[in-house]
Every structure is written in C-alpha cells, then in structure tokens.
Antibody, heavy 121, light 110 residues
Framework: QVQLVQSGAEVTKPGASVRVSCKAS????????IHWVRQAPGQGLEWMGW????????NYAQNFQGWVAMTRDTSISTVYMELSRLKSDDTAVYYC??????????????WGQGTLVTVSS | QSALTQPPSASGSPGQSVTISCAGT?????????VSWYQQHPGKAPKLMIY???KRPSGVPDRFSGSKSGNTASLTVSGLQTEDEADYYC??????????FGGGTKLTVL
C-alpha cells in the first residue's frame, strides 16, 4: 500500500535551517510528484511547492521562493524539504503529499503523517 | 495567488445536508476542473474526499459530492453523520503549476 513516512519532530532556533524527510513506499517513486504543505497551530493549510522525483525539477510557491529547497534521493525513495532562516512563525506541522495521476498539480491522494517543526529561542 | 474563500464554519444536524462553498477566480477555480476537497480531523493529516471537481476516491462514501459553477466550487455532505465533523479544505490548480488552498471550513454536526 502507498505510504509516506516523515521524519520526527524538530526543535530549532530562529535563523537556523531545518530539513524534513518523506520516505515513499508502495508505488513507483519516480512516477508521482510530491508536494509540501504546512499548517501553523490552529491555522489552515498553506501550499509550499512540489518536486518531481523523476527529474528533480521543482516549483515553489511565491511566498517560499528563496528560502525553501526540495530535493530527492531516488536510491532510497525519499524527498526532502529544507527551510532556511527560520522565524518563530515558521512553527508548524509540515506535510508531504503525493499527487494522484500523472500531472504535476492536480490532487493530493496520499499524505504523510506530518512533522512538527518548532522554532524557539 | 490569493487563497480561495471558504466560510469559516458550517453546521447541520445528523441526517441533514450541508453545502460548503469555495470561491475562487477566473484564474483558478473558474479556469480548470482541478478542484479537490480534503477532510481533516484534529491532529490528523488531511484526507482526499473529492478530486477533479466531482470525483470520489475509492472508499469515500457517496454522501460526499462536489460541483462547480463559474468561479465557485461546492462540497455537499448528505445524510450528515457525527464522524463528518471535521475541517474541510478546498484546493484548485491555479496555473503555472501552482496550487492554491482555501482557508478551511469547520463543520459541526449538532
């Protein structure tokens, strides 16, 4: 069955960077784009961007351009999301999610369990 | 791109129907048939309920249905059940390989 398993919770300081991983299984890793979505405490979902695991091509939401980087390692079917120059309002749960079908941006049919990133001095 | 507009809350009694709207623009909801809806229970990851405006993934009850008219999409939950109480989010393809989310609607089953 399709599974996306994310890395564990992180606590980090303002100005630092954080990297969250998302390991895929149960399907052809290079066949589906992976998106990242975050949710601040008590807030809604915010789209961050996507990576094409086949080509490593990326597309970042305007709000995150310049300080997010999405990469992948096909040998271990894992994608990574790194956010730099963290601020306290980057405290959120970060989700990876798989695109259904073959398009880049249609719908997200499987989601990881989420990773809580806490930014605090 | 701006977020899609959803009502902050909706409610209904068990057995009733409720409709949640998702207002976009001619650049996102109105331009593409790539509207999807997600259900999120507290502390859980979102779950896909509707995709491509009105299609239901396997396993989603047929009490959930989606539609679109112009720049506004809608999710209707018929025969409300207590387990339907959750937050619901719409998304739409917004061109240039971008996705946009709605602000979310908290559905309360009275």
């Amino acid at each position: 069955q399709v599974q996306l398993v994310q890395s564990g919770a992180e606590v980090t300081k303002p100005g630092a960077s954080v990297r969250v991983s998302c390991k895929a299984s149960g399907y052809t890793f290079t066949g589906h784009h992976i998106h990242w979505v975050r949710q601040a405490p008590g807030q809604g979902l915010e789209w961050m961007g996507w990576i094409n695991p086949n080509t490593a091509g990326t597309n970042y939401a305007q709000n995150f351009q310049g300080w997010v980087a999405m990469t992948r390692d096909t040998s271990i079917s894992t994608v990574y999301m790194e956010l730099s120059r963290l601020k306290s309002d980057d405290t959120a749960v970060y989700y990876c999610a798989r695109v259904g079908g073959t398009g880049a941006t249609t719908y997200l049919d499987y989601w990881g369990q989420g990773t809580l990133v806490t930014v605090s001095s | 791109q701006s977020a899609l507009t959803q009502p902050p809350s909706a409610s209904g009694s068990p057995g009733q129907s409720v409709t949640i709207s998702c207002a976009g623009t001619s650049s996102d909801v109105g331009a593409f048939n790539y509207v999807s809806w997600y259900q999120q229970h507290p502390g859980k990851a979102p779950k896909l309920m509707i995709y491509d405006v009105s299609k239901r993934p396997s396993g989603v009850p047929d009490r959930f249905s989606g539609s679109k008219s112009g720049n506004t999409a809608s999710l209707t939950v018929s025969g409300l059940q207590t387990e339907d109480e959750a937050d619901y989010y719409c998304t739409s393809y917004a061109g240039s390989n971008n996705l946009v989310f709605g602000g979310g609607t908290k559905l309360t089953v009275l």
